[in-house]
């Protein structure tokens, strides 16, 4: 029997795909209607992966890429759990990150931003949710840095996610933004959301708690996979 189907997506909940202040969602946006397809069975119940994929420092992006030294800038924690429409775990996923360094810069070969490359920086972790969909990083927080919008147009300090949920179809990649950051209202590409619950949805939010006294601040980020309560889906603004 085949497995039932993920709920469909709220597209209400969703910003335009075409916003006249994004200027590169103007060649991006689709030109046709959207079309509806049935989810395939390898859709819905694939890819699989296991914890023997990682390797234990993966997700510590301190030392993962370290070459003598640990990285500048401020240390951070950030942790949280995948969830499902449902509100039930994901289990057992695989999530990805990648980030600018602590001065706003990538390690990639077009990233010509002036700031400096931090040899002790890879900028990319990953990790698997364990049983009750929760999963970590240690990392440093990024810096925010200027893109090519409009004239002083700045990107928010963020890190970028991608989570494979149980199958294709819950498939979600996004950007997570740190409460407090006064840059987020002034992004273009924030500005496209028009449900301010979206946008919170997007917004870590400090964790005292979690953190570790002498050595790092923790940031809270809770992920929904598909559905109306669903974390928004970077690059694919027209719904997830």
């Given at each position: 029997?085949?497995?039932?189907?993920?709920?469909?997506?709220?597209?209400?909940?969703?910003?335009?795909?075409?916003?006249?202040?994004?200027?590169?969602?103007?060649?991006?946006?689709?030109?046709?209607?959207?079309?509806?397809?049935?989810?395939?069975?390898?859709?819905?119940?694939?890819?699989?992966?296991?914890?023997?994929?990682?390797?234990?420092?993966?997700?510590?992006?301190?030392?993962?890429?370290?070459?003598?030294?640990?990285?500048?800038?401020?240390?951070?924690?950030?942790?949280?759990?995948?969830?499902?429409?449902?509100?039930?775990?994901?289990?057992?996923?695989?999530?990805?990150?990648?980030?600018?360094?602590?001065?706003?810069?990538?390690?990639?070969?077009?990233?010509?931003?002036?700031?400096?490359?931090?040899?002790?920086?890879?900028?990319?972790?990953?990790?698997?949710?364990?049983?009750?969909?929760?999963?970590?990083?240690?990392?440093?927080?990024?810096?925010?840095?200027?893109?090519?919008?409009?004239?002083?147009?700045?990107?928010?300090?963020?890190?970028?996610?991608?989570?494979?949920?149980?199958?294709?179809?819950?498939?979600?990649?996004?950007?997570?933004?740190?409460?407090?950051?006064?840059?987020?209202?002034?992004?273009?590409?924030?500005?496209?959301?028009?449900?301010?619950?979206?946008?919170?949805?997007?917004?870590?939010?400090?964790?005292?708690?979690?953190?570790?006294?002498?050595d790092s601040i923790a940031y809270r980020f809770d992920i929904v996979l598909r559905g109306r309560r669903s974390t928004l889906f970077e690059?694919?603004?027209?719904?997830?």
């Amino acid at each position: 029997m085949k497995p039932a189907e993920y709920y469909m997506r709220d597209r209400l909940h969703h910003p335009p795909a075409k916003s006249e202040n994004y200027k590169t969602s103007i060649t991006r946006s689709p030109q046709y209607a959207l079309l509806s397809l049935e989810q395939s069975l390898s859709e819905i119940t694939g890819p699989v992966f296991s914890h023997n994929d990682i390797d234990p420092l993966d997700n510590d992006l301190l030392k993962n890429y370290g070459h003598g030294g640990d990285p500048v800038g401020e240390r951070i924690i950030v942790h949280g759990r995948v969830l499902d429409e449902n509100d039930r775990p994901v289990p057992n996923t695989l999530v990805e990150i990648w980030q600018a360094n602590a001065g706003g810069r990538y390690r990639h070969k077009k990233d010509t931003y002036l700031a400096p490359i931090d040899p002790n920086f890879g900028g990319c972790g990953r990790t698997m949710t364990d049983a009750d969909g929760y999963y970590y990083f240690r990392t440093v927080k990024p810096g925010a840095y200027p893109w090519r919008n409009w004239v002083n147009n700045w990107r928010p300090a963020h890190i970028h996610f991608s989570i494979f949920g149980a199958g294709f179809a819950q498939r979600l990649i996004t950007q997570l933004y740190f409460e407090g950051d006064p840059l987020i209202a002034e992004c273009p590409i924030m500005q496209t959301v028009p449900d301010a619950e979206a946008i919170e949805q997007l917004v870590a939010k400090l964790d005292m708690n979690a953190s570790v006294p002498l050595d790092s601040i923790a940031y809270r980020f809770d992920i929904v996979l598909r559905g109306r309560r669903s974390t928004l889906f970077e690059n694919r603004l027209e719904g997830n």
